[in-house]
C-alpha cells in the first residue's frame, strides 16, 4: 500500500512539476526550489537517511564540497531516502547537520534515476540532465570533485 501511494505521489509530482516547468518543488525549509538552481548545471544529488550510519559520516564532506563548489555551475543537493516531508525533513537535515539544499520532492524520476536498496548513494547529472555516475557507499569533498572534473573533461 505505501509504495503505490509513493508511486502515485511521485507521478503527481512529476506531472505537476513537468506541467510548470518553472520549479522543483520545496526544500527542507519550505521555500521553493526554482528550475535555474538546477537546469542546466551539473548536479551532485546525494539520498540519505536519518538511520543511515555512513550518510551522518558522509554528510560533512557534502558539506563541504557544497562549499567549495559556490559559485560554479554544480549544485549539491540531498533527497531524504524515506520521503519524510515538512518539520520531519527539517528536523532530520538540521540533526545530520545538512547545510546544503535537501529538495522535499524526490526528482528520480524527472532524471531516470534507479532505486537504489543501499546507502548512501550519490548521482552525478550533467548540464543535459543525464546521469552520468552512480556513486555508492560514503563519498568524500575530494572523490566527488576529482569525479566531477574527470566527467566534466570528457564533456
Known sequence: ?????????????????????????????????????????????????????????????????????????????????????????KSASEKLGIAFTVLAQDPADLFELPRSEALPVTYIIDDKGKVREQLMGEQTAAGVMAKLEALQAKN
Open 1 to 89: 500500500m505505501t509504495r503505490r501511494l509513493a508511486a502515485a505521489l511521485a507521478i503527481m509530482g512529476a506531472l505537476l512539476l513537468g506541467g510548470c516547468g518553472n520549479d522543483y518543488g520545496t526544500d527542507q525549509n519550505g521555500q521553493k526550489v526554482a528550475a535555474e538552481r538546477l537546469d542546466k548545471q551539473w548536479l551532485v544529488l546525494n539520498y540519505w537517511a536519518e538511520w543511515c550510519g555512513p550518510c551522518r559520516t558522509e554528510i560533512p564532506e557534502l558539506n563541504v564540497l557544497a562549499e567549495q563548489l559556490k559559485g560554479k555551475k554544480i549544485g549539491v543537493f540531498g533527497v531524504n531516502f524515506d520521503n519524510v516531508q515538512g518539520e520531519e525533513l
